[in-house]
């Protein structure tokens, strides 16, 4: 091409590199940070399966840094013949995980793969520098936007998972209440009925109902059940003296609210969907996703963009990141249910042709 061509030509490139440094940390987030971040100028459509997905396998403490144990159905701890209580071997562990599904899966001729959707990918890595040496201390891989369907049997999760529930208060009055003049709560959530309730849901200790907060950390590590953690209540955006009573009525305790179950295995939300299913990926995608490994505290930049937040604090071992993100002018959360998907679980969308999983 003659130099008169090229001037006509503009381009940009597919892979850009960014940098950038961290030195505001404190406790174990202290000193100096440096991050390479790969950023790749793409979208992408993916349906996949994968048998197993375990990621940290190393030996954890239950009750140090936010590790919880094993537990049973009836929320009791796994112990080994010492007594000691029981963690999970690996922070991660998701059987037969998926992303995006597959509808009409039991024809092959009218089978329609539905994916799952991201934005700008991009691989990051971070460095520790101490006495003029650099060394890597963490790999994150993530989307500046996402959507779509996650499947599989979560077994074990470390790191944030956020969501909100929403539904009516007769729901809860009607598993918790034989009728109005059984308790003054129901006789008052009995006058609820109708009036749309919501609270922010997280993992949480299955033992003893206690969130990350309660437990003085900023996630927790190796948990398997999901709940409304102890102390927090549900709201109401409706006015009047009954739906002012609402968060009175409603305070979580030990993995119940108001005698209703508050807290709930991983297990059962065998699908769920990142952003909003009822939107398009502009306005419906979830940003700030990501997994990351570290063999030591990182603290990751946080591209959730939600007013006033600036670092992902990680430790060392894996973290999964689906958590609050700024829309707009409005904060949203990655992961939306019902109050009887919340207490009953989400059956698995199809992601095979032929068979639901286990391709």
């Given at each position: 091409?003659?130099?008169?061509?090229?001037?006509?030509?503009?381009?940009?490139?597919?892979?850009?590199?960014?940098?950038?440094?961290?030195?505001?940390?404190?406790?174990?987030?202290?000193?100096?940070?440096?991050?390479?971040?790969?950023?790749?100028?793409?979208?992408?459509?993916?349906?996949?399966?994968?048998?197993?997905?375990?990621?940290?396998?190393?030996?954890?403490?239950?009750?140090?840094?936010?590790?919880?144990?094993?537990?049973?159905?009836?929320?009791?701890?796994?112990?080994?013949?010492?007594?000691?209580?029981?963690?999970?071997?690996?922070?991660?562990?998701?059987?037969?995980?998926?992303?995006?599904?597959?509808?009409?899966?039991?024809?092959?001729?009218?089978?329609?793969?539905?994916?799952?959707?991201?934005?700008?990918?991009?691989?990051?890595?971070?460095?520790?520098?101490?006495?003029?040496?650099?060394?890597?201390?963490?790999?994150?891989?993530?989307?500046?936007?996402?959507?779509?369907?996650?499947?599989?049997?979560?077994?074990?999760?470390?790191?944030?998972?956020?969501?909100?529930?929403?539904?009516?208060?007769?729901?809860?009055?009607?598993?918790?209440?034989?009728?109005?003049?059984?308790?003054?709560?129901?006789?008052?959530?009995?006058?609820?009925?109708?009036?749309?309730?919501?609270?922010?849901?997280?993992?949480?200790?299955?033992?003893?109902?206690?969130?990350?907060?309660?437990?003085?950390?900023?996630?927790?590590?190796?948990?398997?059940?999901?709940?409304?953690?102890?102390?927090?209540?549900?709201?109401?955006?409706?006015?009047?003296?009954i739906a002012a009573l609402v968060p009175a009525l409603t305070r979580a305790d030990d993995c119940e609210v108001t005698g209703t179950p508050g807290c709930f295995r991983t297990s059962i939300y065998e699908s769920i969907y990142i952003g909003d299913k009822d939107a398009s990926f502009e306005d419906g995608s979830a940003s700030g996703v990501f997994i990351s490994m570290q063999t030591e505290s990182v603290p990751w930049e946080d591209l959730s963009g939600v007013p006033g937040t600036d670092r992902v604090l990680t430790d060392q071992g894996a973290y999964l990141n689906i958590a609050r993100y700024q829309s707009g002018n409005e904060t949203k959360?990655?992961?939306?249910?019902?109050?009887?998907?919340?207490?009953?679980?989400?059956?698995?969308?199809?992601?095979?042709?032929?068979?639901?999983?286990?391709?």
């Open positions: 091409m003659t130099d008169r061509d090229l001037s006509d030509v503009s381009g940009q490139a597919f892979i850009t590199i960014d940098t950038s440094s961290y030195n505001q940390g404190s406790g174990n987030w202290s000193g100096d940070y440096e991050f390479t971040k790969v950023n790749l100028g793409m979208e992408l459509e993916t349906v996949f399966n994968i048998d197993e997905l375990k990621v940290g396998r190393f030996e954890r403490q239950v009750g140090v840094d936010g590790t919880v144990p094993i537990t049973d159905d009836n929320r009791n701890a796994i112990r080994d013949g010492s007594g000691n209580r029981q963690a999970y071997d690996s922070d991660i562990i998701i059987n037969n995980f998926a992303l995006g599904r597959v509808d009409n899966y039991n024809d092959a001729a009218d089978a329609a793969y539905v994916p799952f959707l991201a934005k700008n990918p991009y691989i990051e890595l971070a460095y520790k520098i101490e006495n003029g040496e650099k060394r890597i201390s963490g790999l994150r891989v993530g989307f500046e936007k996402a959507q779509g369907d996650l499947s599989g049997d979560i077994i074990s999760l470390t790191g944030k998972v956020e969501g909100e529930i929403r539904g009516d208060a007769a729901i809860v009055y009607n598993q918790n209440c034989s009728g109005p003049l059984s308790s003054f709560d129901c006789f008052t959530l009995s006058l609820a009925q109708g009036t749309e309730i919501y609270t922010q849901v997280d993992l949480v200790d299955g033992e003893t109902g206690n969130g990350a907060d309660s437990l003085g950390v900023s996630y927790l590590k190796r948990a398997s059940w999901f709940g409304v953690p102890n102390g927090r209540n549900f709201d109401s955006d409706e006015r009047g003296l959360y990655p992961l939306y249910l019902t109050l009887e998907e919340a207490t009953n679980g989400t059956p698995r969308v199809a992601t095979c042709v032929g068979r639901i999983k286990g391709c």
